[in-house]
């Protein structure tokens, strides 16, 4: 078990570009979460998987936004035309479904910057 | 909609003065309440599930709480490296498999003086 990895770490880019994280979960986890976090709040929902399916995604995520899990193992997250708004840490996280007693484990996310 | 609200927003003690953080949450059908510690720079890290009110589960200086209104986490003497964010997240019932997410709360900042 080596945990959920992300990648890159850091991501710098201009207003404009396209950008695409990154994710692989602990490898038996049939869960994958994707959630944003900016400076001094609690992590947001952006959207999540079961095996290759996405359940749900928030309302609040811009068409600009799209994840994929092919294949049910690692995921991307992919924003289009980035603005100087989606500046912040993307964090994934992975769970087992039926395992109670134990929450998500959480990547160490990637942090955007947009200039 | 599902609310989870924590106070204080930053707490300061001294090494070994014992303090509570609250977590207080407003939604439709609770299935768990999560608390997380996060680092500088790095995701949160699971401390505890708790499922129903009058739960409890403690590790090492940590002890967490449920009502039915809201969780507590109690800090014995804390020591300088137990300084980190605490989160509160609420995942909550509804129908099928529709429950996976959690909604966090924005977190207490503790510091912990020597």
């Known amino acids: 078990d080596t945990g959920v990895s992300q990648d890159p770490r850091h991501k710098i880019t201009k207003r404009g570009q396209n950008v695409t994280f990154r994710c692989d979960p602990i490898?038996?986890?049939?869960?994958l979460y994707w959630y944003r976090q900016t400076l001094g709040q609690g992590p947001e929902f952006l959207t999540y998987?079961?095996?290759?399916?996405?359940?749900?995604k928030s309302r609040l995520l811009s068409d600009r936004f799209s994840a994929e899990r092919p294949k049910g193992s690692f995921s991307t997250l992919e924003i289009q035309r980035t603005e100087q708004g989606d500046s912040a840490m993307y964090l994934c996280?992975?769970?087992?479904?039926?395992?109670?007693?134990?929450?998500?484990?959480f990547g160490s996310g990637t942090r955007l910057t947009v200039v | 909609e599902d609310q989870v609200t924590q106070s204080p927003e930053a707490l300061r003690l001294q090494e070994g003065e014992s303090s509570s953080l609250n977590c207080s949450y407003t939604?439709?059908?609770?299935?768990?309440l999560f608390w997380y510690r996060q680092d500088p720079g790095k995701g949160p890290e699971f401390l505890f599930t708790?499922?129903?009110a009058g739960e409890e589960k403690e590790k090492e200086r940590l002890k967490a709480t449920l009502t039915k209104k809201e969780s507590f986490l109690h800090i014995t003497a804390p020591k300088p490296e137990d300084s980190a964010t605490y989160l509160c997240?609420?995942?909550?019932?509804?129908?099928?498999?529709?429950?996976?997410?959690?909604?966090f709360g924005q977190g207490t900042i503790l510091t912990v003086h020597p």
């Open positions: 996280a992975s769970s087992l479904l039926e395992r109670r007693n134990y929450g998500y484990t």
């Open positions: 490898s038996e986890h049939n869960r």
């Open positions: 998987f079961q095996n290759e399916a996405q359940l749900e």
């Open positions: 939604v439709s059908g609770l299935r768990g």
């Open positions: 708790l499922y129903s």
């Open positions: 997240a609420v995942q909550v019932n509804a129908g099928g498999t529709s429950y996976g997410k959690l909604t």
